[in-house]
């Protein structure tokens, strides 16, 4: 795998180092064994399929395990059960997790890659960016090109503004931001260590209007977006502002591109919230929650904390804690895979007494 278009090339890392980083066993049939695997050198990862000889793996399935005896990485990381389909004299590390140790390995050696940089590359407030004066920016900030950062707006160290980006009054961002390009941000409180992906937009107003004989009346949205420490939102993803009172995204929670999230909703702490999932008004997630892709969600419901909402799922009213939903409208999942299999029956059966109905009708002959 190459890195060197648009990631920096890592300092090589020795296996006695990566199972370090890992936590991972380094294995060996003796001593001597253990200090020859231990000094070795990777510069990289890859995949099975892929990787060469100085690039680390990880394999953490049967299917994958299958391919262990043709890789030619220098080093993978897999668990005790798939150890001995691998070939001799390939250097493994033993890890309960794989995937995890593989991830801790990864985000040391190529940290640039988690969160969007600097478009410009340069340290400070790059020319041509519009900064206003009233603006306040603590030392360390960057600021690129185009982007555009209103009056008083605050903005904490080490956070990254990239070009395109919009930061509206009064909007304030803490620490260790990223704030990725042609993003724009509005009546919106973020917390340290946010990251918010090139496109979104975060404080838009709620969609509210009082219908009329006459017409539509807009409701004013007077409320804010407060986003919380270490929230992760995704590229093109919307979050409009609260209307009296705040729309609030919990710690920790990652949301996926292209999530429309609604006015007064509140999602608890560290939920995962998956692409095209839409959330309308006043709705409340606990914390741990989960919603799978293309999930829709009615508004003023509550969504128990840790439950889990399966992908393309209607939900219609509250969902218990600790519980696995799906379907439309959503359900306990036993009780949706059951009506999913009676249908399947009730249709086979149905297509098994009629025939091929339908076929050969209105020939005239």
């Not at 278009?5 to 020795?14: C, I």
């Not at 049939?29 to 510069?43: K, N, P």
């Not at 060469?52 to 890789?71: H, M, N, R, S, W």
């Not at 399966?310 to 409208?329: E, H, I, L, M």
């Amino acid at each position: 795998m190459s890195h060197d278009v648009f990631f920096p090339l890592p300092a090589p890392l020795t296996l006695a180092e990566v199972a370090s980083l890992s936590g991972a066993r380094l294995a060996a049939a003796d001593d001597t064994q253990l200090a020859e695997y231990g000094s070795r050198r990777i510069t990289g990862v890859g995949t099975l399929e892929t990787a060469g000889p100085d690039e680390l793996v990880f394999c953490d399935t049967i299917q994958f395990a299958e391919k262990l005896g043709t890789v030619r990485a220098g080093a993978v990381i897999t668990s005790d059960r798939f150890s001995a389909k691998a070939p001799p004299g390939l250097p493994l590390l033993i890890a309960a997790r794989p995937a995890a140790a593989f991830l801790a390995v990864t985000r040391t050696m190529f940290p640039a890659a988690l969160k969007p940089l600097s478009i410009f590359g340069q340290d400070g407030v790059a020319p041509g960016a519009q900064v206003h004066p009233k603006a306040r920016l603590e030392d360390g900030v960057t600021v690129d090109p185009g982007a555009v950062i209103g009056p008083g707006a605050e903005i904490g160290a080490g956070t990254v503004v990239c070009a395109g980006a919009v930061i509206g009054p009064n909007v304030r961002i803490g620490r260790n931001c990223a704030i990725g390009p042609g993003a724009s941000l509005i009546h919106a409180f973020v917390g340290n260590g946010v990251i918010i992906h090139g496109g979104a937009r975060i404080g838009s107003d709620g969609f509210g209007y009082q219908p009329s004989t006459r017409g539509h009346a807009k409701v004013p949205q007077l409320g804010r977006v407060v986003l919380q420490d270490e929230v992760e939102i995704g590229a093109n993803t919307t979050i409009d502002r609260g209307a009296l009172t705040d729309t609030v995204i919990g710690e920790g929670t990652k949301i996926d591109n292209l999530v429309q999230i609604a006015h007064n909703v509140v999602t608890g702490r560290h939920c995962i919230i998956v692409s095209q999932t839409g959330i309308s008004g006043s709705t409340t997630l606990g914390d741990f929650v989960m919603l799978g892709g293309q999930v829709g969600v009615v508004g003023h419901c509550t969504i128990g904390t840790g439950a889990q909402i399966a992908a393309s799922s209607n939900v219609k009213g509250d969902v218990p804690p600790g519980v696995r939903w799906g379907g439309s409208p959503a359900k306990p999942v036993r009780e949706w895979f059951r009506e999913v299999t009676t249908l399947k029956r009730l249709a086979a059966a149905s297509a098994k007494r009629g025939g091929n109905d339908g076929e050969g009708e209105g020939s005239g002959e």
